[in-house]
């Protein structure tokens, strides 16, 4: 069984990455190096056996002097599997990133599994060589602080 998923961004009032299983883009794009979305493994791939769950962590890097909350993702339906969202909905500072491997056991970065971006778990009579390619989108937006 592989998934595999691949990213493009886009900025406008917020920033929308659309994440394509099956789509192979290598590594991450990003708008005028302001924000990029990296997926873990870069390569997008993942594969495992029938009645196994597969997923994808993340870094968000964020150029720009404002900061970025996330606010929403959503994937389409996939055959064969049941998606899940795992994302924690992080807020990255201004010129810094925050990463997460995906993970189903406690690890020090995940120390509430499952940790991520989102998990397939495949059914149980997943045909052998399944491939599922599909769009992911993650939605933010950019924000500041008053200043006192």
Not at 47 to 61: A, D, L, M, Q
Request: hydrophobic share 45%.
């Amino acid at each position: 069984m592989e998934a595999r998923k691949g990213h493009a961004m886009q900025k406008g009032v917020g920033f929308i990455a659309m994440l394509g299983l099956a789509l192979m883009f290598g590594p991450a794009l990003s708008l005028a190096a302001t924000i990029s979305l990296t997926l873990m493994p870069a390569s997008g791939n993942v594969s495992g056996p029938p009645g196994s769950t597969v997923g994808w962590g993340y870094t968000i890097t964020n150029n720009s002097s404002d900061w970025v909350e996330t606010l929403s993702v959503f994937a389409g339906s996939f055959t064969h599997g049941t998606p899940n969202v795992i994302f924690d909905f992080p807020n990255v500072a201004p010129m810094s990133s925050v990463s997460l491997d995906f993970s189903l056991v406690a690890t020090a970065s995940c120390p509430s599994p499952p940790c991520g971006l989102y998990d397939l778990a495949w059914d149980n009579s997943a045909p052998v060589g399944t491939v599922n390619s599909g769009t992911v989108t993650l939605n933010s937006d950019f924000f500041t602080f008053p200043q006192i």
